[in-house]
């Protein structure tokens, strides 16, 4: 009876101390998402973000450049916005993937309960890239929420079968 009681308290312990990292690591991702600025990568994104500049005209060698302006003209994309923006979608991307990941182990390793330490390692490792490259959005980062949706959504599908192929392909549609 005794280890019982003490195996609840671990539980509990690591379910909360694992959601307090989890907060405290965004709230510091928060604080510091309009600090410094980095000249070399973030100032050439910024300028193919902008209309006017040169490396916006197509005779880049690469387009992501349009594509977030394309997609994103609707905002203002300076230097805050776009870290803003980044971070919305590294936070949607994870949630998806961190759903599709949850479906996946409930039914094929019969883990019923929430394990809050791999989905909050999971959040947090989504969010290391902070820890190197620009703040802003880049060709890497597009990937990466490209990818993260995609096998959030895989696992989603495998993980429901009866899902037919047309919702398979439409799904991933947006990847081409």
Same mark, same amino acid.
């Given at each position: 009876?005794?280890?019982?009681?003490?195996?609840?308290?671990?539980?509990?312990?690591?379910?909360?101390?694992?959601?307090?990292?989890?907060?405290?690591?965004?709230?510091?991702?928060?604080?510091?998402?309009?600090?410094?600025?980095?000249?070399?990568?973030? $100032?050439?994104?910024?300028?193919?973000?902008?209309?006017?500049?040169?490396?916006?005209?197509?005779?880049?060698?690469?387009?992501?450049?349009?594509? *977030?302006?394309?997609?994103?003209?609707?905002?203002?994309?300076?230097?805050?916005?776009?870290? @803003?923006?980044?971070? +919305?979608?590294?936070?949607?991307?994870?949630?998806?993937?961190?759903?599709?990941?949850?479906?996946?182990? #409930?039914? %094929?390793?019969?883990?019923?309960?929430?394990?809050?330490?791999?989905?909050?390692?999971?959040?947090? $490792? #989504?969010?290391?890239? %902070?820890? +190197? $490259?620009?703040?802003?959005?880049? %060709?890497?980062?597009?990937?990466?929420?490209?990818?993260?949706?995609?096998? $959030?959504?895989?696992?989603?599908?495998? +993980?429901?079968?009866? @899902?037919?192929?047309? *919702?398979?392909?439409?799904?991933?549609?947006?990847?081409?």
């Amino acid at each position: 009876m005794k280890i019982n009681n003490n195996s609840l308290k671990i539980e509990l312990l690591q379910k909360y101390l694992f959601v307090i990292i989890t907060l405290i690591f965004f709230s510091i991702l928060i604080w510091i998402l309009d600090k410094g600025f980095d000249l070399t990568d973030e $100032g050439y994104h910024l300028l193919g973000y902008s209309n006017a500049q040169e490396i916006g005209i197509p005779t880049n060698l690469s387009f992501y450049h349009l594509i *977030v302006r394309n997609v994103f003209g609707w905002i203002n994309l300076d230097i805050l916005n776009t870290r @803003i923006l980044r971070l +919305c979608l590294s936070i949607i991307s994870t949630i998806i993937f961190i759903f599709g990941f949850h479906k996946m182990i #409930t039914k %094929y390793f019969k883990q019923n309960k929430y394990q809050y330490s791999q989905y909050s390692l999971l959040f947090i $490792g #989504t969010f290391m890239s %902070y820890a +190197c $490259g620009p703040q802003s959005i880049s %060709y890497n980062h597009l990937v990466e929420f490209i990818s993260l949706i995609c096998f $959030g959504l895989l696992f989603l599908i495998i +993980c429901a079968p009866s @899902i037919n192929n047309k *919702v398979f392909i439409r799904s991933h549609f947006f990847i081409v």
